[in-house]
């Protein structure tokens, strides 16, 4: 994995401002230490910083190839998992190669099909490829959005990059929030809307999407990819079945890598599949696997069982590393070092987000990347095969709104007045959980069940898992750690997105139909665990530890959060009872403390202006 970005310019020289895009390179230097380079030319600029995993010898970007008479340069974040199928059809139609670098195929098959090629491409990648002659952009972003593109434009150019924080090194990009900025923090956050880059004038490509940039016409963009509704015609027998080949098939195909890799280990299901698969696939080589599990201080000791974790991870963790024979990794986190690492997640994220959620991975992958390069995670498979709470509660899930956030009405108490009554006649939440149902491809003739739950998957890719993956990307690549996410193929989605939910629900438990594909890669004690969610603390010290960072933080008179929330909702937050659910139930009073310090923090990092 890598960091990409770019300024283009037509009716500027752009080649005299080179300190500019170093600061913009070194801006998001963590994500590719290995590398860097920068291509200048009048009207474009490419910068890349490279985290080396497939021929690190090689693979050098910017990449530049020249076919005939055109010229492509090319920025690439990402990896794909059917090189070598593309490779060998490039191969058949008459080109060489000089590296065994899944960018140099990358490039080629844009020379070879333009933008057609996003549709050939099996991978998670966010890229950008300037032709010489024609004076044009061209930009791409994976078909689930595992991979991140934000941009800002304006009538005089277009920069872009991995991250926010590279397009805010530009000293043209304004740091300013506007109304639609609040109600995101507000409202939806630590999720976003699908293109909202919060920032005023800051946008994301949505997953999915291609598009050039050209002087006549500005950024013209298409959604290349999305789901489809049609008719499920395989029995359980069968559906189990090429669920278990498509996703045997993309962890093996992601297992490929010239340096270290291993995998996440929670003991819960999904891991433990992907962990499995991995064993076996080393074992046929005589390597021995790496895994990798998180744990807090004293967790054992505080541990309360409750609907949504019934049990804690540890004894799972432990009989899985027995079944299958592997060296594993425990990383042990204290209460004083998640606070600390509060702030540090804003630094990754570039906004403030899941709290300590955020800041656990943050230090988690720290601790993996003493070890290995590249890690296997689990994400997506919840929200494909229904397993959240809201999926499988037939009040939660016909509840209107967005499932893992009903609280928009406790959510405006904490904005100031004057903001509250412009955000109240905007009505951001409802309008975006309509659009969202508006937009899911449903079956003509199904079910009312059917139909709701294409709607939650819908909901859940779109928003939940978005946040979910915005999280794996930054805290990990803040590391220099690349996750790979095998049930983001999207093949899976598209099949998944078809099934009948009864098949997913199979002998009436969450992931039936998964459990029941993969029943034998794990012992039975694992394969029928109730699911448990990413692990948090439990120590009732982090409270007391984040409630007075918000404290310290509000001992300021001019906190700059105390421009659009108000100090007496904090106050009540800190010291009345307890809060509603602010996202899932991940997040609760502790973390939603947290989440406001860090609010105030990237307020103050990044010298936000609060324009209404």
């Not at 079944?323 to 804003?346: E, K, N, Q, R, S």
């Not at 905007?426 to 449903?442: C, H, I, Q």
């Amino acid at each position: 994995m890598c960091g990409i970005a770019g300024v283009i310019a037509f009716e500027e020289m752009l080649r005299d401002k080179e300190r500019i895009y170093e600061k913009m390179q070194s801006s998001i230097a963590r994500r590719g230490p290995d590398q860097k380079g920068i291509m200048l030319s009048d009207h474009a600029v490419l910068i890349h910083t490279r985290l080396s995993v497939i021929d690190p010898d090689s693979g050098r970007q910017p990449m530049q190839y020249t076919d005939g008479t055109e010229t492509y340069t090319i920025v690439y974040n990402g990896e794909l998992y059917n090189t070598e199928e593309l490779r060998r059809e490039l191969l058949q139609r008459g080109y060489t190669f000089d590296t065994h670098s899944d960018t140099e195929v990358l490039l080629k098959a844009y020379a070879e099909y333009g933008e057609d090629c996003v549709s050939l491409c099996n991978g998670i990648f966010a890229f950008a490829v300037w032709e010489h002659k024609r004076q044009r952009l061209f930009l791409a972003r994976d078909r689930i959005g595992v991979k991140p593109l934000f941009y800002h434009m304006t009538k005089e150019h277009l920069i872009f990059g991995s991250e926010l924080k590279a397009i805010l090194a530009h000293p043209s990009v304004p740091h300013e929030i506007d109304l639609n900025g609040i109600s995101q923090l507000l409202l939806f956050g630590p999720g976003r809307t699908a293109g909202c880059g919060i920032f005023r004038g800051m946008a994301e490509l949505p997953a999915g999407y291609c598009g050039y940039y050209t002087q006549e016409e500005g950024l013209r963009t298409r959604c290349y990819w999305q789901l489809e509704a049609c008719e499920h015609r395989d029995n359980f027998a069968q559906t189990a079945e090429h669920v278990r080949e498509l996703l045997t098939d993309a962890i093996r195909r992601q297992l490929v890598s010239d340096v270290p890799i291993g995998t996440f280990l929670s003991g819960g299901l999904d891991s433990s599949i992907i962990s499995s698969v991995a064993a076996r696939e080393f074992a046929k080589d005589g390597r021995e696997l790496h895994t990798f599990s998180v744990d807090y201080r004293d967790n054992d000791k505080y541990f309360q069982k409750s609907k949504f974790q019934p049990n804690s991870d540890p004894d799972f963790i432990r009989r899985m590393q027995e079944y299958l024979g592997v060296t594993h990794h425990w990383t042990v986190i204290d209460t004083p070092a998640l606070t600390d690492a509060l702030f540090a997640a804003v630094d990754a994220r570039d906004l403030p987000g899941m709290a300590d959620v955020d800041a656990s991975l943050l230090l988690f992958c720290g601790e993996i990347r003493q070890d290995v390069t590249v890690a296997l995670s689990g994400e997506c498979a919840d929200e494909l095969f229904g397993g959240y709470p809201w999926y499988r509660d037939p009040e939660i899930r016909a509840a209107y709104g967005f499932p893992w956030s009903q609280s928009t009405a406790y959510r405006m108490t904490f904005a100031k007045p004057e903001i509250a009554e412009l955000l109240e006649k905007r009505g951001d939440v409802d309008r975006e959980y309509k659009a969202t149902l508006a937009r899911t491809a449903l079956l003509s003739g199904e079910s009312p069940t059917e139909q709701r739950m294409r709607e939650m998957m819908r909901l859940n890719l779109d928003w939940f898992m978005q946040t979910l993956l915005d999280r794996k990307d930054r805290m990990s690549m803040y590391n220099a750690l690349e996750v790979r996410v095998p049930f983001c193929d999207y093949r899976i989605a598209q099949y998944l997105y078809n099934v009948p939910w009864e098949f997913k629900e199979y002998r009436g438990y969450e992931k039936g139909l998964l459990r029941e594909a993969m029943r034998d890669y794990l012992p039975k004690e694992v394969l029928w665990r109730k699911k448990s969610p990413y692990p948090k603390t439990h120590n009732p010290n982090y409270l007391t530890a984040v409630t007075k960072l918000l404290e310290s933080r509000l001992q300021n008179p001019d906190a700059p959060i105390l421009q659009i929330v108000r100090r007496e909702a904090l106050e009540q937050l800190m010291y009345g009872g307890e809060s509603v659910q602010w996202y899932g139930q991940l997040m609760t009073k502790p973390q939603t403390i947290a989440y406001f310090a860090q609010m105030d923090y990237w307020m103050e990092k990044f010298d936000v202006k609060v324009c209404l």
